[in-house]
């Protein structure tokens, strides 16, 4: 009887072992997946291009002076309060009433670098020159604070990530893509846009090239509210998002 007793209690200290490890490894995963970003190197730096749930608007504006106050003008009539503009320096330098507009009405703004420029054709001290500049233009506006870095041409490579990392941004790309740039009509890019689920950061323009954006986001707003998403900025969707991570080459 000792002996069974004994063996018994070794039996139980073996089997709570296994279970502590186990709930250990599980609660180890669990921790990473609640962390966001998804492109990345592979010991390195990472970048955001979809997150769990919600839906996150995003808009690059780059250049022009007609199409950002009517977006802006139909995000408050649809009382859409969260979205995210990436906004170039060379662009904000023009237009600083816009840029004030946007971050008073509770907009989150992301850098666009400062020329409209391709990242991955640049050298490393171009594309902290450039960044750097876009800094100065948001710190001379008063906007502080951007947490987020979205290549212009929407390149990038492993060097953009730690160029950022070092430069205190995060890296944001796009799941869904509107093409509303190319104008290829209303319904379409509604069409584009209607892909998008829970977690999906989608891509649109408040540029001049894209004539047809603000008549399609009504429709756009619909589709996606229809689908019971609710409208977050970056900084929201990576609070409650899990980790999808795909190698940068």
């Known amino acids: 009887m000792n002996f069974f007793l004994v063996l018994n209690a070794r039996t139980i200290k073996q089997l709570s072992l296994i279970l502590l490890t186990s709930l250990a490894a599980a609660w180890f995963l669990f921790v990473q997946d609640v962390k966001i970003p ?16 919600n839906v996150a608007l995003t808009f690059n504006i780059g250049w022009g002076d007609e199409r950002a106050i009517p977006i802006l003008n139909t995000l408050k009539k ?14 904000a330098e023009r237009h600083p009433d816009t840029v004030a507009r946007i971050s008073k009405e509770g907009f989150e703004i992301g850098l666009l670098g400062y020329a409209y420029k391709d990242y991955s054709d640049l050298k490393d001290e171009e594309i902290v020159r450039d960044i750097s500049k876009a800094q100065e233009v948001f710190k001379k506006l008063n906007i502080s604070d951007i947490e987020f870095l979205r290549a212009p041409t929407g390149h990038f490579d492993k060097r953009l990530l730690k160029i950022s990392e070092k430069m205190g941004y995060t890296v944001v790309h796009w799941s869904v893509d509107s093409k509303d740039w190319t104008n290829p009509g209303v319904k379409v890019i509604v069409n584009n846009v209607n892909q998008a689920g829970k977690g999906d950061i989608v891509l649109l323009h408040a540029s001049d090239s894209a004539k047809q954006t603000n008549k399609a986001l009504p429709e756009i707003l619909d589709e996606l509210r229809s689908k019971d998403l609710t409208f977050v900025t970056i900084s929201q969707m990576i609070s409650n998002s899990s980790t999808k991570t795909e190698e940068i080459k």
Request: hydrophobic content about 35%; glycine content about 10%; overall charge positive.
């Open 78 to 91: 649809e009382n859409i309060k969260s979205a995210t503009f990436f906004l170039s320096g060379a662009w």
């Open 38 to 53: 998804v492109f990345s190197s592979p010991d390195g730096p990472k970048a955001v291009y979809k997150g769990e749930k």
